[in-house]
Structures are given as C-alpha cells and as structure tokens.
Nanobody
C-alpha cells in the first residue's frame, strides 16, 4: 500500500501562483511514476503533469509553460508549481502514484480556486 497526502491548495487570483505538494508513505520503493490530476465540477478527471523515477516529465497542453512538476525521491514527495493561474485551472487536484506492478494510488485531493 502507498498513502498519498496533498497540501497547498487554496484561493488565488488570476495570474497568481500556488504550490501543491504530495507526500508518499508506505511501500514507496514500488513507486514508478507520480503525477497530478485535476477534476473540475462536471468534468472528467484529467492528467495535469507526471514525472517518472528518472525525472522524465509530461504536461497537459493546457498547462505547458505555466506549471512545473518536480520530485524528491529521497523525501518521497512530488510538487506542482503553478504559475499564471487562470480561472479554468479551478479544480480539485489529486496526487497519483503508479507502481511497478501497475497499481495506481490516489490522494484525497486538494481544492484550487482561481477567482478574483
């Protein structure tokens, strides 16, 4: 089992920044990729960004150039730095960890609201 705990959500004005963090515990040695997904009201959950053990990253087109994902394999944390936030970035953001045996774990989510 892997446990994931997110932090850092909140209310921010358009153009502002937020930093989300996710701490993994448990069988972290089995984690391969980690990432952030988001789900807006009435929408499907979508991938925002992901990062592998080796540091390879992938971003949704909608956040490229604005969001940066990073990972600390010693502390077992993954961070999403979000800049130039837009109202359409408003969603619940979920941390995800995928293991080498193809099991996916999720955090409980943290709400990000971008509004003036």
């Amino acid at each position: 089992q892997v446990q994931l705990v997110e932090s850092g959500g909140g209310l921010v004005q358009p153009g502002g920044s937020l930093r989300l963090s996710c701490a993994a515990s448990g069988r972290v040695f089995r984690i391969n990729a980690m990432g952030w997904y988001r789900q807006a009201p009435g929408e499907q959950r979508e991938l925002v960004a992901s990062i592998t053990n080796g540091g390879s990253t992938h971003y949704a087109n909608s956040v490229k150039g604005r969001f940066t994902i990073s990972r600390d394999n010693v502390k077992n944390t993954v961070t999403l730095q979000m800049n130039a936030l837009k109202p359409e970035d408003t969603a619940v953001y979920y941390c995800n960890a995928g293991t080498v045996d193809w099991v996916s774990y999720w955090g409980k989510g943290t709400l990000v609201t971008v509004s003036s």
